[in-house]
């Protein structure tokens, strides 16, 4: 889960959330380990609002929801008399392969003025970033003898602007709004080794 504060909101309380979730497989040498799998990311903005006709319009409320394929590298060390806990630092790449969203797109709609008048808007999507990125500190906690309960705390980032959307109102010039998925995260995941199932297997055989 990602939480992050829409700092540029006038108003109290708006915010950006996301859900992260998904199945991926690593490989671990020594205190070293690399996964990947296939994520799923729901990013949930928070409105961006413009000044129109004297009140603040919420243009850009809509989920975002995104098939990801994820790249995650750890270090992490044992610690404890037993070593069944082991602590370090990930850095996770990120790229959306699509969204599943076409408001995330194109959307249009009529806005009504002071003087009850409608008038024709336009949000329209002009540049996509793919790519966000997530580091951190994590812990594995090994439960039933093989299996790992795995934590972390970590802070989402990008490079650049994730979504550049153009809103035009009418016949005026289009407003420029970015938008990014940053934040603080935190993720509750569990990791079961393969080798130790492909062993009780070949006994069984």
Do not use: C
């Not at 806005?111 to 996509?128: A, F, G, M, S």
């Not at 809103?167 to 990014?180: C, G, H, N, Y």
């Amino acid at each position: 889960m990602r939480y992050g504060v829409y700092s540029e909101s006038q108003f109290s309380g708006n915010e950006d959330l996301s859900l992260y979730y998904g199945l991926g497989f690593g490989f671990r040498k020594d205190n070293l380990s690399f996964e990947s799998g296939l994520s799923f990311f729901h990013h949930d903005s928070s409105p961006a609002y413009i000044e129109v006709f004297g009140r603040s319009l919420d243009i850009t409320g809509s989920g975002s929801p995104n098939l990801v394929l994820p790249f995650t590298f750890r270090y992490d060390i044992p610690t404890g008399a037993v070593q069944t806990v082991r602590i370090g630092a990930f850095l996770n790449t990120n790229l959306a392969l699509f969204g599943f969203n076409k408001d995330d797109q194109r959307r249009s709609g009529q806005i009504q003025t002071p003087d009850r008048e409608l008038v024709d808007y336009q949000l329209e999507l002009i540049k996509r970033n793919p790519f966000f990125f997530k580091t951190g500190v994590h812990s594995r906690i090994r439960v039933f003898k093989s299996s790992f309960l795995n934590l972390e705390l970590g802070q989402f980032f990008t490079l650049g602007a994730n979504r550049l959307y153009d809103f035009t109102l009418a016949e005026d010039s289009p407003v420029r709004i970015s938008r990014k998925w940053e934040g603080l995260s935190w993720t509750i995941g569990g990791i079961f080794p393969l080798s130790v199932w492909e062993r009780k297997l070949v006994k069984k055989t």
